[in-house]
C-alpha cells in the first residue's frame, strides 16, 4: 500500500508524494514574489517528510479504515495517537543538518528553512524561549527516535529526496536567500532592531507561503467542490477593472458645491498612478471623496506596475460595510452577473477561533481576490498574530497595492512593529502603500533606531494640502469646555436643540453607556426621530439603521442620533449639526466630517459653516481607555495653545498645522508605548514585542548567564511567545452570530442544520453581517447567563439567545423582552 497524505470522504487516497510535490509547485509560486521560488519548492518538498514513518502512516490509514484491527498488524488506535506523532521535525532537521555545517550563512539560511517546516501545524516556534532557553536547537536535536529521521529518509519516494538533494546542492538556494537578507541588511545599516525584526518577517513570509500552499493542495483534493470557490488568482484584468471605474466617475454629474475639488482630488489620484511603487500619502479632509480617488490610483497603479492585488485596510467594519458596497457596484456591475462575489472580497469576521478544528479550518480564506476589504486587526494578525490562520495570508501582501483609510486609528503599541513591517512590504515585497487620512499621524518622526517611515519627498499625492484645507473648509468648530464638565442632561438638551436648529444633529460620544444613557434622555418627549449606533449592533442592523438615517438627511427630514465613535470616520452623512465628547484632536476632526459634509448647509439663501460643538462630559467613565483618555488631555492642551496665538496654527483648530501639534505631544506622550510592552504576566517578564521580534536582547543575556556563552544561533527571536502576547494584550474579540430579523434567525437554524463544509463556507461568509465581536469578559458573561450555544456540536462557533438582542442597542449581557429558543431548523416563543 502506497504512503499517503490525505484521502477523501469515499476513501480515495492521495498519495504522499503527490501531496509533497503538489505543495512544492504552490509555494514555489508563492515565494517567487521575492525571486526565492526554489526556497518555497524545498519547503513543500520537504514540509510533510516525516509523514513516511510507519508510525504515521499507521495513525493515518487506522484513523481513515485502510487498516483493519482485526487484521493488520500495523493497525493503531487513532484517537489515542492523534496530534502524538512529529511528523514536522523530519523535514526541519535535514535541511538543518545539511546546511549548518557550510559556514557563512548558510546556517542562517537553514535555520530560516527549518523554522518554517518545523512551525508549519504549530505556529512559527521559538529560538530563544523567553527564559532564554534554546528552543530551536532542541528540537532540531531531538532524537531519530522520535523524529523518525533516518527512518523517512529510507522509506521517502526516491523522486522527492532527489529533488529535495538536487535543490540543496544548487548554490542558487543559499544565494537567493543571502541576496534577499544582504538588502534588508543594506536597506536598513546602522538599525539593527529593524534588520533584525525585518529578518523575521521574512521567515514570517516564506512560512506564509508554505502554509497557504499546504492548506490549499489538501483542501482541493479532500473538498474537490469548496475549490469553485476559489480563484487561484485567475481575476478580471486591471485594465477592465479600471476602465469600470472610469466609466462611472464619466457619469457623475456635480449635485453639491464641494464636487468641483472632489474631482480634482480624483484627478490628481490619477495623473500620480504611474509613479514608482513605494510609500505615499493622501491627505484628504474628511469629506473629499478619498474612497473613490484612493481606489483610482490603486487600481491605474496596479495596472501600471502589474500587481497582483489591491487591499484596502479599515479601521471600523461600519466603513467596510460602506466603502465595499459602494465598490462592488462600480466594479461588480448589474450587467455582468457572472462578476458577482468574485472581485470584491470583505473579510472582516471574526467567527472562528484560532485553535481550530479541521472542519473549521476548510473555511479559513486566503484573500483569494483582487480586491479585498479587511480591518487593522487582520491585517496585523496576518503580520504578527499567533498560530497559522492569520500568517497565512501575510504572502498576499506582497505585490500588492495596500491602501491603509484612516492611518490615524493605528494603535499606538504597533507603532514601531507596523513601521518596519510596511518598509518590508514596500522595500522587500515590491508593494505599495498609500496612508489616507485627514489627519496624518506622525509615523516619520517617531524613534528611527527602533523604526520610523522613511516617507520620501513628493511622496503626498496632493499638490498643495494647505490650500486644500482651506478649500474645503465648511464647519466652524466651538470648544465648550465647561468647569466641572457637562450633565448628560443638559448635553440631550443641547442635542435637541441643535436638531430643531440645523435640522438634523449627530451625537458622538466615548463610550456605549453614554450612548445608551444619551439615547434614552433624547427620547424623552423627542419632536425628532432619536437613533442609536455602536458595535453592539450587527453590520446588518447598523446598516438598516444606517439607511434610514441617509434617507432621512437625504430629504431634509429631522434626525438625531447618538453614535459611538463608528460613525466618525468614513461613513458617509451629512447631519446639519454635530456634538463630540472631547477626545484626541484626530477624531474630533473626523467628526468634524460628519457636518455639512457637502457644503449645502444654509441660512436662507445663504451658504453658511455647520456647527460642531465640543464638550467635556461630567458623567463619563473611561475606564481603561487610556488611548481616549491620553488623546483627550493633550487635545485640550493643544486647543488651550490655539486660544492664545490662533494665527500661529493657521486660525483652524483642526487645520494641519493644529493636527502636527498635537500629534507631537500625543506622540511624545506615549513614546514609551510605541514598541509594544508586555507584561511579565504576557511572557514572563516586562519586555517588547519589538525586543523579542528582533534581537531577543533579555532572552540573549538570560541563555549566556546560563550557558556562560553565547547562543550559537542566528536568528534568536521568540517567535510563539510574542504572537500569543500580541493577541492576548489585545484582548481579542470573538465573533458571536446574532439572530437579528427574519434572516439572521434563518441563517441560525441553517447553520445549525448545515454539515456540508462547502455549505458552511458560504452561511459563515454570509453570517459576517449578523455578526457581533465581543471582548473575553462579555463572552464569559454571556456563557455563564446561557445566552450563546456553538452552532454545532464540537465547533467554536457561537450563536445568540434572541433575547440577549435589543432592536435598540444590538447584543446585551442581560435578557429584554420575550424569549424566542432556536433549535436546529425551528423555533418557539415563551415568555420570561
Known amino acids: ?33 521575492l525571486d526565492l521560488a526554489l526556497v518555497g519548492e524545498l519547503l513543500g518538498i520537504l514540509h510533510d517528510l516525516g509523514k513516511y514513518s510507519t508510525e504515521f502512516q499507521s495513525y493515518l490509514k487506522s484513523a481513515v479504515g485502510l487498516l483493519n484491527q482485526d487484521e493488520d498488524e500495523d493497525y493503531v488506535d487513532a484517537a489515542q495517537k492523534k496530534g502524538k506523532v512529529d511528523h514536522s521535525s523530519a523535514g526541519a532537521q535535514l535541511i538543518w543538518k545539511e546546511l549548518s555545517g557550510q559556514g557563512g550563512l548558510a546556517g542562517l539560511v537553514g535555520q530560516i528553512l527549518a523554522l518554517c517546516i518545523a512551525s508549519h501545524h504549530s505556529g512559527l516556534i521559538d529560538c530563544l524561549a523567553a527564559d532564554g532557553e534554546d528552543s530551536f536547537s532542541r528540537r532540531m536535536s531531538k532524537s531519530s527516535r522520535r523524529t523518525h529521521l533516518d527512518e523517512v529518509i529510507d522509506a521517502a519516494d526516491k523522486a522527492i529526496l532527489d529533488r529535495a538533494d538536487a535543490i540543496l546542492k544548487d548554490q542558487a538556494l543559499i544565494k537567493g536567500l543571502q541576496a534577499r537578507l544582504a538588502k534588508i541588511s543594506a536597506a536598513q545599516a546602522g538599525h539593527n532592531i ?15 507561503c508554505l502554509i497557504d500552499a499546504d492548506r490549499l493542495d489538501t483542501a482541493t483534493f479532500e473538498k474537490p467542490r469548496a475549490n469553485r470557490n476559489r480563484m487561484h488568482g485567475d481575476y478580471e484584468d486591471w485594465q477592465t477593472l479600471a476602465a469600470r471605474l472610469e466609466s462611472y466617475l464619466a457619469m457623475l ?55 497582483d492585488r489591491v487591499i484596502y485596510v479599515i479601521p471600523f467594519t461600519s466603513i467596510i460595510d460602506q466603502n465595499a458596497k459602494v465598490v462592488r457596484s462600480i466594479l461588480e456591475p448589474a450587467d455582468s452577473p457572472e462578476t458577482h462575489g468574485r472581485i470584491v472580497l470583505e473579510h472582516h469576521g471574526n467567527l472562528t477561533p484560532e485553535v481550530q478544528g479541521w472542519r473549521e479550518k476548510m473555511l479559513t480564506e486566503n484573500w483569494d481576490a483582487p480586491v479585498i476589504y479587511t480591518t487593522n486587526v487582520q491585517l496585523l494578525e496576518a503580520l504578527f498574530g499567533a498560530g497559522t490562520r492569520g500568517a497565512r495570508r501575510m504572502h498576499q501582501l506582497a505585490n500588492a497595492v495596500i491602501v491603509f483609510d484612516e492611518i490615524q486609528t493605528l494603535p499606538i503599541n504597533c507603532v514601531h512593529l507596523f513601521n518596519n513591517a510596511i518598509k518590508f512590504l514596500t522595500g ?97 418627549e423627542a419632536k425628532t426621530p432619536v437613533y442609536h449606533l455602536s458595535t453592539s449592533m450587527c453590520p446588518a442592523h447598523r446598516k438598516e439603521v444606517l439607511s434610514d438615517i441617509c434617507h432621512r438627511l437625504k430629504h431634509s427630514e429631522p434626525t438625531l442620533c ?9 461613513v458617509d452623512v451629512d447631519f446639519g449639526a454635530v456634538i463630540r465628547f472631547v477626545a484626541g484632536l484626530d477624531s474630533i ?77 500625543y506622540f511624545f506622550a ?61 484582548a481579542p474579540t470573538r465573533g458571536v452570530i446574532v439572530p437579528y430579523g427574519s434572516k439572521g434567525r434563518e441563517l441560525v437554524n441553517d447553520l445549525c442544520a448545515a454539515f456540508e463544509v462547502e455549505k458552511q463556507y458560504d452561511l459563515l461568509k454570509r453570517a459576517q453581517q449578523y455578526t457581533v465581536n465581543v471582548f473575553p469578559n462579555i463572552l464569559s458573561k454571556l456563557e455563564k447567563a446561557g445566552a450563546i450555544h456553538p452552532i454545532q456540536d464540537g465547533t467554536q462557533i457561537f450563536h445568540l439567545e434572541p433575547r440577549y438582542y435589543s432592536p435598540e442597542f444590538g447584543l446585551l449581557t442581560e435578557p429584554v423582552g420575550k424569549m424566542e429558543v432556536l433549535y436546529c431548523g425551528q423555533s418557539q416563543s415563551q415568555h420570561n
Request: a neutral charge; glycine letters at 8%; hydrophobic letters at 40%.
Open 1 to 33: 500500500m502506497s504512503n499517503i497524505a490525505h484521502t477523501r470522504k469515499n476513501g480515495d487516497p492521495q498519495t504522499l508524494s503527490e501531496h509533497l510535490l503538489g505543495v512544492a509547485l504552490l509555494a514555489s509560486g508563492n515565494a517567487a514574489k
Open 253 to 307: 454629474t456635480p449635485s453639491q458645491p464641494i464636487d468641483g475639488l472632489r474631482a480634482d482630488i480624483s484627478r490628481h489620484c490619477l495623473d500620480a498612478a504611474t509613479r514608482e511603487a513605494g510609500i505615499y500619502k493622501l491627505s484628504v479632509p474628511t469629506g473629499g471623496g478619498k474612497t473613490l480617488a484612493s481606489l483610482r490610483f490603486a487600481l491605474h497603479h496596479a495596472a501600471h506596475h502589474k500587481m
Open 428 to 524: 522587500q515585497c515590491g508593494s505599495t502603500v498609500v496612508l489616507c487620512t485627514a489627519t496624518q499621524p506622525l509615523l516619520d518622526k517617531v524613534d528611527p533606531q527602533k523604526g520610523a517611515l522613511r516617507i520620501p519627498e513628493g511622496s503626498e499625492l496632493m499638490p498643495d494640502v494647505k490650500g486644500l484645507f482651506d478649500q474645503l473648509k465648511r464647519i466652524e468648530l466651538v470648544y465648550d469646555r465647561k468647569p466641572g464638565g457637562w450633565t448628560n442632561e443638559e448635553i440631550a438638551t443641547l442635542a435637541k436643540s441643535e436638531a430643531y436648529r440645523a435640522g438634523s444633529c449627530l451625537v458622538i460620544v466615548n463610550t456605549k453607556a453614554s450612548a445608551q444613557a444619551l439615547y434614552e434622555l433624547c427620547q424623552v
Open 562 to 570: 447618538i453614535s459611538t465613535q463608528l460613525i466618525e470616520a468614513g
Open 670 to 730: 506615549r513614546a514609551d508605548q510605541m514598541d509594544y510592552p508586555v507584561s511579565g504576566d504576557a511572557v514572563g517578564r516586562a519586555d517588547t514585542l519589538l525586543n523579542m521580534l528582533s534581537g531577543n536582547s533579555h532572552a540573549t543575556v538570560d541563555f549566556a548567564n546560563r550557558h556562560s556563552g553565547q547562543a550559537q544561533l542566528h536568528l534568536r527571536q521568540s517567535f510563539m511567545t510574542a504572537a500569543k502576547a500580541f493577541k492576548a494584550i489585545d
Open 194 to 208: 529593524i534588520v533584525q525584526q525585518q529578518f523575521g518577517l521574512l521567515v514570517r513570509f516564506l512560512f506564509s
Open 589 to 665: 476632526a473626523q467628526a468634524a466630517g460628519r457636518c455639512n459634509r457637502n457644503g449645502g448647509q444654509k441660512e436662507g439663501n445663504v451658504r453658511v459653516a455647520g456647527i460642531v460643538h465640543v464638550v467635556n462630559p461630567k458623567d463619563e467613565n473611561l475606564g481603561q481607555l487610556e488611548a481616549i483618555s491620553i488623546g483627550r488631555d493633550k487635545t485640550e492642551r493643544v486647543l488651550a495653545d490655539y486660544d492664545a496665538d490662533p494665527a500661529k496654527y493657521g486660525n483652524d483648530r483642526i487645520g494641519p498645522e493644529m493636527m502636527a501639534w498635537y500629534y507631537e505631544n
